[in-house]
Structure formats: structure tokens, C-alpha cells
């Protein structure tokens, strides 16, 4: 095949965030970004998180194309088939909010705000 070159975005890693620089630039790129692309694309949380427990098991087994189903079913944790519901997805996301929240650090104004906004997201399901 004559004229075949690889192209790819250009990015800026920052940290665990990743920019698309919005450039084509000539060869292939040196890792996947496929998660990153997930999650702009709002994939939910828990996904992501799955995502990324499979992605470190398969860079640190070194596997090979053949072995990639068989290494994430087995060695991985047990886990209940869960289908993940992408309508409850908003509710979800909220209670994890709210079990994040470190009351006691709020102050008394905070609180109000935070609840505020957290009404508003409930509202709008």
C-alpha cells in the first residue's frame, strides 16, 4: 500500500487530565487515550473506574491480544453482573456527592450552597 501514514491528535498531558490539542500530527501516538475520551464524552464514573482497573492489570501483565479476556475475567476481582443504568446515572452521581461531603469542614454558608446546588441537580431529573 503506497500513500498509508498514521496521524493523531496532538495532546498535553496535565497530571491525570489530558488536553486535546485540537492538531493533526504526523505518526501514531504512544498510548491510549480512549478513557479520557470516555470520559469527555460523559461515560459514567463507575465505568471510568472499571476501565482503569483493567487498563493497569493489562499494562502490568504484559498480555498479548489472545489473552486480554481471559485476564480480565480471572484475575480480577468477583463481582456481581451489574448492568450499569444509564437513566439512574444523575442519581447516582448525587448520592456519591453527597457521601463525599465533609460536613464538618462546611462552614454554615457553605452548607446552604451545597444543598442549594444539590437540590437544583435533583430538580432537574
Not at 18 to 41: C, E, N, Q, T
Not at 103 to 114: G, Q, R, W
Amino acid at each position: 500500500m503506497e500513500g498509508v501514514e498514521n496521524y493523531c491528535i496532538s495532546v498535553r498531558e496535565h497530571g491525570e487530565d489530558v488536553i486535546f490539542l485540537r492538531k493533526i500530527i504526523p505518526g501514531g501516538a504512544d498510548k491510549s487515550f480512549g478513557i479520557h475520551v470516555a470520559r469527555l464524552a460523559g461515560v459514567p464514573h463507575p465505568v471510568l473506574v472499571r476501565a482503569h482497573e483493567i487498563q493497569a492489570r493489562l499494562e502490568v501483565s504484559n498480555i498479548n491480544q489472545k489473552g486480554i479476556g481471559q485476564n480480565i475475567l480471572e484475575d480480577g476481582p468477583k463481582r456481581a453482573d451489574e448492568q450499569v443504568n444509564l437513566f439512574d446515572f444523575a442519581k447516582t452521581e448525587i448520592i456519591n456527592e453527597l457521601q463525599s461531603i465533609d460536613v464538618m469542614a462546611l462552614t454554615p454558608m457553605d452548607a446552604i450552597n451545597k444543598l442549594f446546588l444539590l437540590r437544583e441537580k435533583a430538580r432537574k431529573l
